[in-house]
């Protein structure tokens, strides 16, 4: 099982660009597909993109489609987010995760980091 550590987060105007960056433990990192999830305060947590385990396959929300970018590098046991054009609205906790699949649902990952947030001021 591996341990996840987030990095990246902080506070942007709107408009602006962050990186945040999930550094994995363990050697099965590659074995992983890889998640990340948003939770702004009320509400639940929610799926922001996800990448398989080779990196061939990317998912994104509706919401972030053309502004955010996920991407992973195997050997250094990291996956990416890349965030552009942030709005006010994607402030929030976000958290990566790994899981089998890259899939949506928050009960198809297994293990979380303890996140990081993002402020976006107007």
């Known amino acids: 099982q591996v341990q996840l550590v987030e990095s990246g987060g902080g506070l942007v105007q709107a408009g602006g660009s962050l990186r945040l960056s999930c550094a994995a433990s363990g050697r099965t990192f590659s074995s992983y597909a890889m998640g990340w999830f948003r939770q702004a305060p009320g509400k639940e947590r929610e799926f922001v993109a996800s990448i398989t385990q080779t990196g061939v396959s990317t998912r994104y929300a509706e919401s972030v489609k053309g502004r955010f970018t996920i991407a992973r590098i195997n050997a250094k046991n990291t996956v990416y987010l890349q965030m552009n054009s942030l709005k006010v609205e994607d402030t929030a906790v976000y958290y990566c995760?790994?899981?089998?699949?890259?899939?949506?649902?928050?009960?198809?990952?297994?293990?979380w980091g303890q996140g990081t947030q993002v402020t976006v001021s107007s």
């Open positions: 995760a790994a899981g089998r699949s890259g899939a949506t649902m928050t009960y198809n990952y297994d293990t």
